[in-house]
């Protein structure tokens, strides 16, 4: 490990030379200099003059180069420092003959170690993350957005016209259910959706991507005062307040960032199995009120309804 | 505040009793304003009064319903008498109401849609709707039918001598 | 609104008709249901006058003529059987009016009064009906307020009116029958008060324990 290093002592000594050295081609190359702003001293004769230089010049040349051949002979003397050692310079804290008092190598070790490993389980833990992520938008897959191409935030672009097609074809899809698109504010699609004669949904999106949602009851005022939606009072009904609730969750679970239409359909799926909302018994107890409240939960996978404390 | 046009659809029907007069009411509908009530209408007989009074008054139970009114004014033992639309501007000064309409008869009972007017001409009406004994306004409307002249002669007149 | 469900509770064996009501307003409180002030539903009764009779080949209809604490301006007017009439308030002058044709059956005026509670999501009303002087029986009104098609909600209804009713929680009201899918509105609530009365008047002359 220490093999290019010299013995302490003649090392120290040719470092102390070398230092000299240095020192002594400084003073040469400040002379070359000094000799060069003074230029030709007031002599009799020009010639005169021209010599004195010219020989100053060359004496003061050749000390610089006698100084830095000395210096060159003396960094030999000195050595590399190791440059294999993985730990490089810190690794000299393994030469430390007194290890009981200063244990710094080995603590140096196991810090290294424990770095090490964290750095790996943070990679799988970030794998297996993304894989479950709850983050809702490509663009926002946190370490990965760096290196991910410039395209990946095209879904928040899509075209006003497409978000449209997606939606009409949903209107479509659900006859018991009809969502009118409208754009009060810019490009952002708001949508008021009407399950039935049960409840009235106001979604907000932001290009495909549902931002917030409020579920009212079918014979509660969903616009303000001045006409537009209503999108900040929530349900005077403490039963839709609790579906707001939960289709909140939805949102949270119902996600693919690459597939946008994909979201939108399936949590409108999920949405229309409120259709029963007061016909449905919950499926564990059997009853249809808890608390004062209908089963408002709806499983993700079988759409079955459930009181919030009853579900699994 | 703005005149505003109306296009009304009125029904007016009889209670006959064994009494010489029967009981009139007035159901009124607005056709081109949707989710109104329909407007229940009682009106008394006009009083002619004295020469200090310079309008015609006469009771007046003005009533909002639900859209069942026909159905059930027929469940009353109403029958329709007759029928018309009037289209035409609502003014208001005040507490006046000043309305210009035409009348237009309908050909076909129940359709309002085929209808003819009466006449060319318009009818102004000026009115107030009033507590009992304020004869005060109608000086008010006195002053107001001034300012109409020469185009409209807005004048007290007997209904009696009329029939 | 909501669906609603009238119905009557017979007086408890050996109690009085304020100690019935005590009895289901504690049951209520210990579900944990909230008082929120009082209720007041009336009923005036109007006889078609013998004059228009004949005349028109009417059969001595009655119609009545109702107010509901809950909506305060309006007026509602209703036969058996036949279309309920929501006006405002104005329309107690136009009966006056009409005096001539219809005739107040004042001794037949009759009300219920009690207090308002609410559990949830539900408004509940419980009320004393009296006809003139004496208590006749008491009124229970149960109100979802969320759901407006009334068969959607039955059974959910039904649920809870056994739970502080018992074996007194009632049937499928009539007006039910009718609705299908259309919107419940307040006249059907009318309806149902209107058949409570008449049978409690046509229960008149049964002795009930305990009536004061």
Not at chain 1, 64 to 88: A, F, T, W
Not at chain 1, 213 to 235: A, F, P, Q, R
Not at chain 2, 62 to 78: C, K, P, Q, W
Not at chain 3, 186 to 202: C, G, H, S
Request: aromatic share 8%; with cysteine.
């Amino acid at each position: 490990m220490a093999e290019g290093v010299l013995s302490p002592g003649v090392n120290l000594e040719a470092f102390s030379q070398a230092i000299a050295a240095i020192q002594a081609l400084r003073s040469s190359v400040t002379r070359v200099f000094d000799c060069l702003k003074d230029g030709m001293r007031n002599k009799e004769t020009l010639e005169g003059r021209e010599k004195g230089f010219v020989a100053a010049f060359q004496e003061s040349l050749h000390s610089v180069s006698r100084d830095l051949g000395e210096l060159e002979r003396l960094s030999n003397l000195v050595g590399k420092p190791s440059e294999n050692h993985p730990l490089h310079n810190s690794g000299l804290l393994s030469l430390d003959p007194v290890q009981d008092k200063t244990p710094l190598y080995s603590q140096l070790l196991q810090a290294y170690k424990w770095s090490n490993k964290l750095q790996y389980h943070a990679g799988l833990a970030s794998g297996l993350l993304n894989q479950q992520s709850l983050k809702r938008s490509a663009n926002q897959m946190g370490v990965s957005a760096k290196r991910r191409p410039k395209a990946q935030p095209t879904t928040l672009v899509l075209p006003p016209q497409y978000v449209d097609d997606v939606i009409s074809r949903i209107d479509r899809m659900f006859p018991e259910m009809s969502i009118q698109l409208s754009r009060p504010n810019g490009t952002s699609a708001m949508l008021l959706v009407t399950l039935g004669k049960v409840l009235k949904v106001i979604v907000v999106m932001r290009s495909l991507f549902i931002d917030r949602t409020i579920v009212k009851g079918y014979n509660e005022n969903v616009h303000t005062e001045d006409g537009k939606l209503d999108i900040w009072s929530k349900s005077n009904y403490q039963v839709f307040q609790k579906v707001t609730d939960h289709a909140t969750t939805a949102l949270l679970h119902y996600q693919l960032p690459q597939m946008p239409d994909v979201v939108v359909r399936s949590f409108m799926t999920w949405l229309r199995s409120y259709i029963k909302l007061f016909q449905a018994p919950c499926q564990r107890c059997g009853k249809f009120l808890q608390d004062g409240l209908p089963p408002t939960w709806r499983d993700f996978r079988t759409l079955e309804a459930f009181h919030d404390t009853c579900r699994q | 505040m703005e005149p505003e046009t109306f296009l009304d659809h009125e029904m007016v029907f009889l209670l006959k009793g064994q009494q010489a007069s029967p009981f009139v009411l007035r159901a009124r509908r607005s056709m081109d304003k949707g989710g109104m009530p329909w407007h229940l209408r009682y009106l008394g007989q006009p009083e002619i009064g004295d020469k200090n009074r310079h309008a015609l008054v006469r009771n007046c139970v003005d009533i909002a319903t639900s859209d069942n009114l026909t159905d059930f004014l027929v469940e009353m033992g109403f029958r329709m008498d007759h029928e018309f639309v009037a289209k035409g501007h609502v003014f208001r000064k005040g507490i006046m109401k000043i309305m210009v309409y035409k009348i237009f008869r309908i050909l076909m009972p129940g359709n309002t849609e085929s209808i003819e007017p009466l006449s060319l001409s318009y009818l102004v009406e000026l009115n107030v709707v009033a507590p009992a004994g304020q004869d005060v306004v109608s000086d008010d409307m006195r002053n107001f039918a001034e300012q109409l002249k020469p185009l409209v002669h807005l004048e007290k007149i007997d209904p009696k001598r009329l029939m | 609104m909501g669906v609603t469900c009238v119905a009557q509770v017979p007086v408890a064996e050996g109690k009085s008709v304020q100690q019935t009501v005590e009895l289901l307003t504690r049951k209520l409180e210990l579900l944990g249901a909230e008082k929120q002030g009082t209720f007041c539903v009336d009923c005036e009764t109007y006889h078609t006058a013998a004059s228009t009779i004949g005349s028109q080949g009417q059969t001595g209809k009655l119609m009545y003529v109702m107010h509901n604490s809950e909506y305060p301006l309006s007026c509602f007017a209703l036969f058996e059987n036949g279309p309920c009439l929501i006006a405002d308030a104005n329309f107690d002058i136009l009966m006056v009016k009409l005096k001539g044709f219809f005739q107040n059956a004042k001794a037949n005026k009759i009300e219920s009064r009690g207090t308002r509670y609410q559990y949830c999501d539900f408004l509940v009303k419980v009320g004393t009906v009296t006809m003139g002087p004496s208590a006749r029986g008491i009124s229970v009104e149960v109100e979802y307020g969320p759901c407006v098609i009334a068969n959607d909600c039955w059974n959910l209804l039904m649920e809870f009116m056994q739970s502080f009713m018992g074996s007194h929680a009632p049937g499928v009201p009539s007006v039910f029958g009718t609705k299908h899918d259309s919107v419940y509105g307040p006249a059907d609530t009318m309806v149902q008060y209107m058949e409570l009365f008449n049978k409690i008047r046509k229960q008149q002359q049964v002795p009930v324990a305990g009536i004061r």
